[in-house]
T-cell receptor, first 111, second 113 residues
Framework: GQQLNQSPQSMFIQEGEDVSMNCTSS?????WLWYKQDPGEGPVLLIA???AGELTSNGRLTAQFGITRKDSFLNISASIPSDVGIYFC???????????WGAGTKLIIKP | NAGVTQTPKFQVLKTGQSMTLQCAQD?????MYWYRQDPGMGLRLIYY???????DKGEVPNGYNVSRLNKREFSLRLESAAPSQTSVYFC????????????FGEGSRLTVL
């Protein structure tokens, strides 16, 4: 089936650092979305992108829809403890309503 | 606001037993989804309902059935549980199936022995 390659798999960061993660695919998507999942909970939508080249911010989070429509990145600036969790990218193909999900990036803040 | 409510939150089954996971949303959303999440993997779509009265298979539908009971409720049934179905199951809903903007429940952790 379709796959998204999400990297890195995990990140150990210091509080206050900036974070960057990305997703790539061999397929063209018409929508890219970024979700965050806290332990024991369902994913929560952070940012949705609908147009190639689109750059969207949500507080300290910034995400971009790649110009080729095959990739997207998420940046978190000045990380804080509550940023820990698993971040998922998801893409929606033109052909149907199904989302294709990345395997997640686990963000851990060093004590 | 309740959002998306799933029951039960935990369940242990023996191989061959059947069970139904219930999901209800109070946001008047049109589309509803059932996903499973396994360690180290992203979410995989089992079935979805783009609108009341329709259901479609997702990526991993084998061993499952669904019912869109009404606009609010979407249930997932395991007729004969297998150990490979041990997973965390998430129900989600969205205003429109075309946007990908989903609201998730808290998950149901199922163990099949």
């Amino acid at each position: 089936g379709q796959q998204l390659n999400q990297s890195p798999q995990s990140m150990f960061i210091q509080e206050g650092e900036d974070v960057s993660m990305n997703c790539t695919s061999s397929s063209i998507f018409n929508t890219w979305l970024w979700y965050k999942q806290d332990p024991g909970e369902g994913p929560v939508l952070l940012i949705a992108l609908y147009k190639a080249g689109e750059l969207t911010s949500n507080g300290r989070l910034t995400a971009q829809f790649g110009i080729t429509r095959k990739d997207s990145f998420l940046n978190i600036s000045a990380s804080i403890p509550s940023d820990v969790g698993i971040y998922f990218c998801a893409g929606q193909l033109n052909s149907n309503y199904q989302l294709i999900w990345g395997a997640g990036t686990k963000l851990i803040i060093k004590p | 606001n309740a959002g998306v409510t799933q029951t039960p939150k935990f369940q242990v089954l023996k191989t061959g037993q059947s069970m139904t996971l219930q999901c209800a949303q109070d946001m008047n959303h049109n589309s509803m989804y059932w996903y499973r999440q396994d360690p180290g993997m992203g979410l995989r779509l089992i079935y979805y309902s783009a609108s009341e009265g329709t259901t479609d298979k997702g990526e991993v539908p084998n061993g499952y059935n669904v019912s869109r009971l009404n606009k609010r409720e979407f249930s997932l049934r395991l007729e004969s549980a297998a150990p490979s179905q041990t997973s965390v199951y998430f129900c989600a809903s969205g205003l429109l199936a075309t946007t990908g903007e989903l609201f998730f429940g808290e998950g149901s952790r199922l163990t099949v022995l």
